[in-house]
Every structure is written in C-alpha cells, then in structure tokens.
C-alpha cells in the first residue's frame, strides 16, 4: 500500500492515531481544510474516534467531566448535550461518548470539501523524503504526507517490577478486562483480585468486577493509597484564579498563594474543587514559568496529590465506590510493590515493606508512563533515534514548540510534524486542546494546593520490637510505632465518611497494623473518648466525636500519655541549678511549640488531605524534609 503527497496546492496531512486527539484533528481539519485536501487518519486498531479511552462497553464507566464541558467545539459548548439528549450536568458513560466522536468525525467528512480517508494500519517510522514525510508502515506499506500529526496516545507506563508471564497477570485492563462490561462476570465470580494503582483506571476495573460479581473483592495497593476525589452534585461554575505575579516563578511561592486562595473559598463558604477548577486555564502558562528544579520536585513530591483533586470521579461513581468500601468488597492499601509471582493457587504480591498479598489475579493500573525513551512504540522510538524528535528535559514526552511542533536535536533535518497528546507532555503539556484545533497542549500537572504527605511508614518491625518502642518514654521529639497506628486506625475511619461501625479485623488489613496490637490500641482509644465500640452482628468501632474535634495531640496523649515530657517527667517540674537554669524553660518551649503542631491538626484535615496553612509553611521550609 503506497500514498504520495500532493504535487499541488493542497496537501496531503496525515494524522497518526485515531484516537480523542487524532479524531478531534481530523474534525477540525475536515472543517477549515480547502477543497481537495487529503487527510489521512491512521489508527492501527481501525476504530476510528473512540480510542482507548472511550471503548469501554461498560456503561458504569462515566466521564469525569459534566457533559456541558465535553462538547467537540469550543464555540459549540452544548453540542454533545444537545446530540446525548441529556442534561447540561450530566456525567454520560464513555461509551457513548465514544459514539459521539463517531458522529462528529462522520459528520464533519459529509460536510466538508476535503477528503477524509481512514488507513487501518500502524505506522512504525517517520522520516523526510524529497521535501515530504514517508510514514513506513508495520505491514511494509508507505505513506507520504506533507504534514504529520502525532497524535499516539498516553505512553504505557513502566512495569513496578518483572510481572511473571501469566495470563492472570493483565497488564492491559483496557484490552482485557475493563472493557467487556459484564462479559468480565464469569471472570469475577468470588475471586479477590488485586489492582496495582488507586486511579481512575483502578476504580474502573472495582466497578467492573464489583457490578459483574456480587461477591468479587478487589484490593487496590498504591504507593500513596489514595483514591481521586469525587466532583460535587451539579454543574458548577469554575472561580476566578489568584493574582499571581508575571515573570518566573517558584514552585514553594505558587502553592503558598494557590493554598492562601483555596483557603479563603473555604472561609467564604465556597468548596475548594471550584477555586481548583479556576486555575485550568493557567496550567500551561504556570508550567512553563516554574524552573525545572520545581518541575522535577513537583513531579516527584507533588503529582500524585494533583492528580486526585484535578482528575475527579463523577458522583456516581465515587458513590458507588463508598458503598463498596463499606461492604469490604474494596480494600485500599498503601505500599510499593516489591515482587509478584505467579502460584499454583493463585498469585502472591510482596510489598516494600514485608507484607504478603494473595489474589486470584493482578491487574496493573499504573497510568500513563512518565519516561519517553522507555516507550516501546516503534515510531517514537525511531523519532528519537533519528534526530527528528528530542526528548524534552524532564523525559515525560518530546520536546515541542510553543505551536506543539516537533523539536530536533541541533543539526538533525526537521520535518513538518506536530505532536499532541502526551507526546508533547514534557515542554508544553500533557494533553492537546483539541477541540480549537489550536495545536496549543495543555499542561503537566502544575502546582498542587497542597503538599503531597510522605505515606505512613508501614510496619516492618516484629511486634516486640513495636511494643518495646510504643512503651518507651517521649524523651525525645519522636513518634512511636503505637501512635503510629492509632493515628492510621482513626484516620481510617474518618475517612470512611458516613460513621458506620469497622471492623479491627478490616482497620488491620486495610492498614497493614497486627491486630492483637491494633486491639489493646483501641481499647485505650475507648478509654480516652476518642472511639466509640458496638457490639453485634453489625458492630465495630466508630469515632466517638467528629474528626474535626480530634486532633493528633489528643491521640498521642490518649496512648502515650502528656507531650514533651522530659525522662517521664513534665519539664516544668525539672529542677536545675547554676548555668543549667534556664534549660527547664527551653524545655517547656519545646513543648509548647510541639503542641502548636499537633494540636493544629485534625483527623479530618488528614483524612481530606487538607492541611492547615500554618502546617504548610512548616513544610515548605528548605530544610523540612530532610534528616538530621
């Protein structure tokens, strides 16, 4: 198969990927194009508009975006409620959102005067050829285009370790799993399966096997243990962004004033998604103005903590996944993961930090990959290899021009080639605007509203070893492994929302605590007021007083007694003479100052991932994370 350029005035204009990115190009192309023009989309899976993202058949997968802002034209805000026959704040199910993009792109080639023509094939390499591209394809064919478009989708990401070569292993959801609907039912049965990831990818593949299987259980382990946040009820108006200063900036000053902002719409009686919301139109600019020190700090620090406030789940879904948390049917779990191995009965996943996990099967939901050069995808790969793409500095795509052209390394021919999508993640973005045809990517993930927590270290000691450190006395600014629990359990059930009683049994697995230590913990919990213990077939323990009336200082006073004591006594009883006088007072400043942390801090500032500003000035201190 052999196409050649256009000799003439109107060129020929290939897109590579027939996806979101690439369906809305060619929509927009077919709609300003001159007469004649050829636009070629190519799509190796030949499902032309849906892409990945929108083939699922399963109608409990839903955009996480109201349809009212999910139009294919900007200047056409209502076209898709229009076209679904639904209301402005309705969340659609992606399937049919994937039936959308058929008909825009249908509709857009009855109409327009240039030719669209649909290759089903996967182009392999890109190179210049007589003042044109020649695409090479996988099948041998060539195509040759005067402009290319990349438009491949989100790179796979990186495996967390070797994944045994087991067909209980699912790398791809998508392909094998989410996508079926309720086909995944003979697959769900009873068996506990175990997701790799707590994004939407993770919450997908629950509501899958959840919904096909009445008794399917699914545990998501991920290095944060943190499901996205959920979008309030209705469609609500963005609001308008800080004042930020022009010129460069540093990540620690943005997240001051973007954490300053969210904070006076809480005090204002505003909710924090819609002050959120309000910053997306800056996102690429605020990108490019941080240096890429930050950049990389952010990526590391901060991503994960962006992700879940920015990339929400639409109320149903995020109601559904509470009801399955109540029920135990979904476990989320903290933790890397170390090793998996594939077993007789099933297959055993080792974390980080000693833990053992055994699971009928394992599906990795890790998101997108954040490492260009690692891609196995032959085109971008030969790209990089040829001098005609260059990674961008921090390695998450390739490097683009502000328009999204493709950068060359210095001296390497260039060609006439845009890239969208996460191609251009690096310099520019992370995903294209597509609906203007602009070319202009829209960002990485910029400044979160607040700093990504390190996770909870999970228990890796033996039991005496916890026992003897929960025992000893607070002679110095340290947290003991016994707090450390009692503060996982309590955050646990703040988290769980509607107050229902939990299980020690289900606080010690969704924890990682052992639960005869877990049990003597809660009963000084008990003691001190903080929970709440019911018996019965229902019964559990629940907090005893709302978690914005618990702070960490009542917990470790609860299990270990008063702050800042000094070898087991209270410093001012201290007595010192001479030149030591004035020790008893440095002491109880101490105190004092610890005091001012610990009792500033909620249950429920935790649980919600809401810290105080006062806390967050303490964190973004130039020396606060480091060990000394």
């Known amino acids: ?33 001159e007469p004649g023009t050829r636009i070629l989309l190519i799509e190796r899976s030949g499902d032309f508009g849906p892409g990945v993202a929108y083939s699922t058949r399963d109608d409990r997968h ?63 390499r890109a190179r210049p050829a007589r003042g044109a591209i020649e695409l090479v394809l996988a099948d041998g064919g060539h ?29 791809d959801p998508w392909g094998e799993l989410v996508g079926e609907g309720d086909e995944a039912a003979p697959r769900a049965d009873t068996a506990t399966t175990l997701v790799i990831g707590s994004g939407p990818t993770a919450v997908d593949v629950a ?56 904070a006076r719409v809480d005090a204002g009686g505003g909710d924090w998604r819609d002050a959120i919301d309000g910053l997306r139109p800056l996102l690429p600019d605020l990108w490019r103005r941080l240096p890429l020190s930050d950049r990389r700090r952010f990526l590391r620090e901060r991503l994960r903590t962006w992700e879940v406030r920015r990339h929400r789940l639409a109320p149903a879904a995020a109601a559904s996944v509470r009801v399955l948390r109540v029920q135990g049917r979904l ?105 203007s045809c602009a070319i202009r990517p829209w960002p990485s993930p910029t400044a979160s509203a607040r700093r990504s927590p390190r996770p909870l270290p999970s228990p890796s000691r033996s039991r005496r070893e916890a026992s003897r450190l929960s025992n000893r006395h607070n002679d110095r600014v340290r947290i003991s492994a016994k707090v450390d629990y009692a503060m996982r ?15 020690a049994e289900r606080l010690a697995d969704a924890q990682g605590i052992p639960q005869k230590f877990l049990q003597n913990i809660l009963l000084e919990l008990r003691r001190a007021g903080i929970v709440a213990s019911h018996r019965g077939p229902d019964g559990g323990h629940a907090l005893a007083k709302p978690a914005d009336k618990i702070t960490v200082a009542d917990v470790i006073r609860a299990v270990d007694g008063p702050l ?26 101490v105190r004092a100052s610890v005091r001012g942390v610990l009792e500033g801090i909620t249950l429920d500032d935790i649980a919600s991932d809401h810290l105080p500003d006062s806390i967050g000035r303490l964190l973004d201190g130039s020396d606060a994370w480091v060990r000394r």
């Open 207 to 262: 509501l899958t096997l959840c919904g096909s299987s009445p008794r399917a259980r699914v545990i998501a382990v991920s290095r944060h243990g943190r499901l996205p946040f959920a979008h309030r009820a209705g469609l609500r108006r963005p609001l308008p962004a800080p004042a930020l200063p022009a010129g460069p900036l540093q990540l620690s000053e943005l997240e001051h004033r973007i954490r300053t902002h969210v």
């Open 489 to 503: 359990a309590l955050v646990e059930l703040a988290a769980s929302g509607d107050g229902s009683p939990v299980t």
């Open 143 to 171: 195509i040759a285009c005067d402009r290319a478009v990349l438009a491949v989708g989100s790179l796979p990401a990186a495996p967390v370790c070797e994944l045994p070569d087991d067909p209980r292993v699912i790398r």
């Open 331 to 435: 476990t989320v779990l903290a933790g890397g993961v170390e090793r998996i191995r594939a077993r007789r009965g099933g297959i055993e996943v080792r974390l980080h930090d000693g833990r053992s996990l055994a699971a009928a099967r394992v599906v990795t939901c890790t998101g997108a990959g954040l490492a260009v050069a690692a891609t196995p995808d032959p085109l971008v790969r030969g790209l990089l290899a040829d001098g005609h793409a260059w990674a961008d500095p921090l390695g998450l795509g390739l490097r683009a021009t502000r328009p999204a052209r493709c950068s060359t390394r210095p001296g390497a021919a260039t060609s006439a080639s845009g890239c969208w999508g996460r191609c251009a993640a690096g310099s520019c973005g992370s995903r294209p605007r597509c609906r």
């Open 564 to 589: 800042g004591s000094v070898a087991g006594r209270a410093p001012e009883d201290m007595e010192y003479q001479g030149s030591t006088m004035r020790l008893r007072d440095t002491w109880v400043a």
């Open 62 to 124: 839903v955009l996480n975006v109201p349809a009212a802002r999910m139009s294919a034209f900007s200047a056409e805000p209502l076209d898709l409620v229009d076209w679904a026959g639904v209301e402005p704040d309705a969340y659609v199910p992606r399937r049919v959102y994937g039936e959308y993009l058929r008909a825009s792109l249908a509709g857009a080639a009855a109409r327009s005067a240039a030719r669209l023509e649909r290759v089903t094939g996967e182009v392999v």
């Open 1 to 33: 198969m052999r196409f050649s350029a256009s000799a003439g005035r109107c060129p020929v204009i290939a897109i590579i990927g027939g996806g979101f990115c690439g369906t809305l190009t060619a929509v927009q192309l077919l709609r300003r194009a």
